[in-house]
């Protein structure tokens, strides 16, 4: 069963660094793009910042400067690096990626299960 595995979240001080790693479990043909989310509590997911397979970028406006999206496709593994981290940071954090299963057959969307991320000030 293929599934998202994340790993990385925590508590850190307004300023400070995290990195956030999310990894496909399982055997898959292809991954296109890869994204991360963030969902703070009372408001709704926003996106972050994503990745194409050929390692294309785009960021949200508040993140710019500050977090760097990348990945490794032989591990089929996409990282967040967050740098600067401010307490409106503060929010769980989930990865997502198109992923193909078997060749020839659709890309279908898989999330992973979430990870917390606290700044305090």
């Known amino acids: 069963q293929v599934q998202l595995v994340e790993s990385g979240g925590g508590l850190v001080r307004a300023g400070g660094s995290l990195r956030l790693s999310c990894a496909v479990s399982?055997?898959?043909?292809?991954?296109?793009?890869m994204a991360w989310y963030r969902q703070a509590p009372g408001k709704q997911r926003e996106l972050v910042t994503t990745i194409t397979d050929r390692g294309i970028t785009n960021y949200a406006d508040s993140v710019k400067g500050r977090f760097t999206i990348s990945r490794d496709n032989a591990k089929n593994t996409v990282y967040l690096q967050m740098n600067s981290l401010k307490p409106e940071d503060t929010a769980v954090y989930y990865c997502n990626a198109r992923l193909q299963l078997w060749a020839s057959t659709p890309f279908v969307d898989y999330w992973g299960q979430g990870t917390q991320v606290t700044v305090s000030s």
């Open positions: 399982g055997t898959i043909f292809s991954a296109n793009a």
